[in-house]
């Protein structure tokens, strides 16, 4: 059990303040009207604690408010004239902490470049020739290195940037916690093995989502992270031509721009939101119950299946929407980061110190 100290210590905090006195006065009074089983039931709770705590970590909102207080206002302006000069790159901000939290946890592992002795993430299947905005992060990392020299993570950055993001293209607010170290590691095999795949069908995305802690309910509000941003005909290629769940006139307009024969035209793009590719709003679940979803990863979340009821709440309901995505985000940044004295604070985002 890989029990982090500072986990330890603050659950020995709780339980020396909570729990022991209610045990050991279970147990003085054991001899007479307590049971012994209640006894033993007291503690086999704080064991089960123990084991719940395995993940106990401790990012905060405000991790930088002594040590960078400005952090906040040093990246915002970065991340709006990045949008400002193109704003699909919004959406690529997103999906970066996504492809970086599923790989290992948040810990900027996706950010590392490749070079002659290292393999990072960049060039896995879901990742490669797809992912972009490193020159965007690499900008706001040499901004908050002038701020704040060595305090900053590139990890945290990663989490800052994909809440302006959302933010700047009208999606909702949240306070992002912070705290995440950046890792001195990538894997090239789990981001080909954790990132969902477009194919997916529901079984495998519920699948993929509960491996990283994250439920159902999670699942469907996060896919909504496709309301904003582009994919390339490769990545949809077998829905438009080979799935029923689609609308035909739909299928028809997307095969327009994207050949059925592999190979012609793969990287031809197309908008993952029909209505406002460039908005952060709830049209993405509208579309899915108008059969307009662009993945086969999309469309199976309204398929007369078990996701379809959250679909049609959140097509009715921003609001349910975003604060079910919030709640999401948060726990999605939650995943496996490094803390305390693990990993390091890297000076370029790209390399290993
Ligand atoms: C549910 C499982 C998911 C699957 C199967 C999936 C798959 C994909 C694929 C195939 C693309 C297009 C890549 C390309 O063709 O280059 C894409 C784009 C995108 N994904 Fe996802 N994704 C999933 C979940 C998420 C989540 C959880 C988020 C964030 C909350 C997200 C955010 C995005 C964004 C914003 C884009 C557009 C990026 C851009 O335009 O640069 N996705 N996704
Ligand atoms: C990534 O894409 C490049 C360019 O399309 C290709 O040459 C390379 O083989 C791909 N890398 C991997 C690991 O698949
Ligand atoms: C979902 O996909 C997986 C892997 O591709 C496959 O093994 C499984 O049978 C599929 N499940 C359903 C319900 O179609």
Redo the contacts with the bound molecule.
């Keep these: 059990m890989a029990l982090n100290f500072l986990g330890f210590y603050s659950l020995y905090k709780y339980m020396s303040s909570n729990f022991i006195p209610h045990c050991s006065t279970l147990f003085t009074k054991m001899a007479s009207s307590y049971s012994f089983m209640a006894f033993v039931s007291c503690y086999i709770l704080i064991l089960l604690l123990l084991l719940g705590n395995t993940s106990a970590h401790n990012l905060k909102t405000n991790y930088y408010s002594s040590s960078c207080p400005n952090v906040f206002q040093v990246i915002k302006p970065v991340v709006k004239s990045a949008i400002f000069g193109e704003k699909?790159l919004g959406?690529?901000l997103?999906?970066l902490f996504?492809h970086d939290c599923f790989v290992n946890g948040c810990d900027a592992s996706v950010l590392l470049d490749d070079t002659a002795n290292f393999k990072g993430e960049k060039t896995a299947g879901p990742n490669n020739n797809?992912i972009?905005g490193f020159s965007v992060i690499d900008k706001i990392k040499l901004h908050v290195e002038k701020a704040c020299p060595g305090v900053v993570s590139c990890a945290d950055i990663l989490a800052i940037a994909a809440r302006d993001s959302v933010v700047i293209l009208g999606g909702p607010n949240w306070e992002v916690k912070l705290g995440r170290r950046d890792s001195r590691t990538a894997s090239f095999s789990k981001a080909n093995t954790n990132l969902?795949?477009?194919a997916?069908n529901l079984s495998g995305?519920i699948s993929d989502f509960s491996s990283q802690g994250l439920s159902f309910k999670d699942?469907v509000a996060?896919?909504g992270?496709?309301t904003?941003?582009?994919?390339?005909c490769?990545?949809f290629r077998g829905h438009i031509y080979n799935d029923k769940n689609i609308n035909s006139n739909f299928a028809k307009e997307r095969q327009a721009k994207c050949p059925k024969q592999v190979g012609s035209g793969d990287f031809n793009l197309a908008p993952?939101d029909l209505q406002t590719p460039n908005l952060f709003d709830n049209k993405y679940y509208k579309n899915l119950i108008n059969h307009k979803g662009l993945?086969h990863?999309d469309q199976v979340l309204f398929n007369n299946g078990p996701a379809d009821s959250l679909v049609k709440t959140y097509a009715s309901s921003t609001t349910t929407f975003f604060s079910h995505f919030v709640t999401a985000?948060i726990k999605m940044g939650d995943i496996k980061p490094l803390t305390g004295s693990k990993g390091e604070i890297r000076k370029n985002c790209r390399k290993i110190i």
């Design positions: 699909r959406a690529s997103l999906r996504f797809s972009r969902p795949s477009p997916s995305l699942m996060l896919s992270g496709h904003i941003g582009k994919a390339r490769i990545s993952l993945l990863s985000m």
